[in-house]
């Protein structure tokens, strides 16, 4: 028996009795990060010749390393972009990665494929795309943008052979940063069009940078990025008016839903989507509010026989995954090839605990925001920054700096009373809620909101 067989079964036992104390934890503890000097003295260099016993590996892990990473499925964690995956899709989890299962192609992975299809089709549904809409499960909300960007610029070139001009995407200012990222790898420049009072992308505001600068008639234009749950404020763009404008533009909508996508679920909000069904592209991240583990990012093309144009790497020893008459190769759809199985976690949780379940806990999301937002206008100390549109809550402590915002954020995650920190708008600084988590209640909220007195 090969040596790493004859310690499987026992590292196995170990981890599942590991993840099922951790399981136990209610809630799981918030942890917090430690110095380079904490892991120099702690944490030593296991990596040698023979390596080391189980325990000594797994002590490490389990008694420093593991404490030193801040839990995002905390309830009290409020920062970034959270997450809380579902119990049934972290243990899926392992299945997939203790298989190994890929599911880059349909030769090699059929049953991955059909089920990951399936959630696709789920998601495009409530989009309302098409018949012909498709598309995979890639790594990350980052990576989607830029697929889609770069589908779409694919497409500019195909009706535009002759156009030599610099290329350029439209984005709002409040835009996630992976766009201009992906402008920066693409060689495109970013026309960043200025938001209106409710930091919102409409096509009027589109239309009038656009004629503010003589500088654009020198650019391309190709595509628009509306957002459907901005970063830092989780506003919705004005999805049907960009609509109309990249229609008689004749320009790609592509739609960034990677945090506030997982509201198409509510039917409290799904009107401020109106339009999303005349995208071009979409992309949703399940590990953010539609509580899958990382990394499972979702992009969903109206047409997926564009993506597949422009993605599919070509090359002898490929040709013979492309032979198949039906099924389709998740590789095709973004840029990547070997891909793990991503979407399966997400796939056996939503078969699990079914659509309701995930409803309720994105409206639960919903409410947790309303109640912090009402509680914020009742305490003198602290001025709510504007109503939420989703499950972010901006707000600001009267009278405090920057320094300020950071030392109480620090202390709080010391007492792990939360983890939240300041963001910055307007050049102000803020203090800024996500909430995505099922089990964060209104009286961690209440306890939180005490702590800014
Ligand atoms: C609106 C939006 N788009 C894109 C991203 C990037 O996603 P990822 O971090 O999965 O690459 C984020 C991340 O928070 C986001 O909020």
Not at 112 to 131: G, H, K, M, T, Y
Not at 198 to 212: G, P, R, V, W
Not at 251 to 267: E, F, I, K, N, R
Request: with cysteine.
């Amino acid at each position: 028996m090969h040596k790493f067989d004859e310690k499987a079964s026992k590292i196995l036992l170990n981890v599942l009795s590991h993840t099922i104390e951790r399981f136990s934890y209610d809630p799981p503890t918030l942890d917090y990060p430690k110095s380079v000097g904490f892991f120099e003295k702690n944490a030593p260099c296991l990596i040698n010749e023979l390596g080391n016993s189980i325990d000594t590996v797994f002590d490490q892990f389990k008694n420093v390393l593991e404490q030193s990473i801040i839990s995002v499925d905390s309830p009290r964690n409020l920062s970034f972009i959270p997450a809380a995956p579902t119990k049934a899709s972290m243990i899926f989890d392992l299945v997939v990665s203790a298989g190994s299962l890929r599911g880059e192609s349909w030769m090699e992975s059929s049953g991955a494929v059909w089920a990951e299809n399936q959630v696709i089709r789920w998601i495009a549904d409530l989009v309302s795309f098409p018949e012909s809409a498709g598309g995979c499960f890639i790594s990350g909300g980052t990576n989607g943008n830029l697929s889609a960007l770069v589908v779409a610029r694919e497409e500019f070139r195909k009706s535009n052979p002759d156009n030599n001009l610099k290329l350029a995407i439209i984005c709002s200012d409040q835009a996630h940063s992976s766009v201009k990222s992906v402008a920066k790898i693409m060689d495109c420049e970013v026309i960043v069009v200025p938001t209106n009072e409710k930091y919102q992308l409409k096509a009027s505001l589109i239309s009038h940078e656009m004629n503010s600068n003589v500088k654009y008639s020198n650019l391309a234009v190709f595509a628009v990025v509306a957002t459907a749950g901005t970063t830092n404020l989780g506003v919705i763009d004005d999805i049907d008016s960009v609509a109309s404008y990249t229609e008689k533009n004749n320009y790609w909508l592509h739609v960034d839903g990677a945090y506030g996508g997982a509201g198409l679920l509510s039917p409290k909000v799904r009107n401020l989507y109106k339009g999303i069904e005349k995208a071009n592209s979409f992309i949703v991240d399940p590990h953010k509010w539609l509580f899958a583990p990382v990394d499972c990012a979702a992009i969903i093309y109206r047409d997926e026989s564009m993506a597949v144009e422009a993605h599919s790497q070509k090359a002898s020893y490929l040709d013979v995954l492309h032979e198949n008459d039906e099924g389709c190769n998740p590789s095709d759809f973004a840029f990547h090839l070997t891909r793990r199985a991503r979407g399966l976690p997400l796939w056996f949780s939503l078969s699990i605990y079914g659509v309701k379940e995930y409803r309720e806990s994105v409206e639960h999301s919903l409410e947790v925001a309303n109640y912090a937002a009402d509680k914020i206008r009742t305490l003198p100390y602290l001025n709510l920054f504007m109503d939420p549109v989703l499950s972010i809550v901006v707000f600001e402590r009267l009278n405090w700096s920057w320094e300020n915002y950071n030392a109480w954020s620090k202390e709080q995650l010391r007492n792990q009373l939360c983890f939240v920190v300041p963001s910055v708008i307007d050049e102000k600084p803020v203090l800024r809620f996500a909430f995505l988590n099922p089990e964060t209640s209104n009286s961690m909220v209440d306890e939180i909101l005490q702590s800014l007195g």
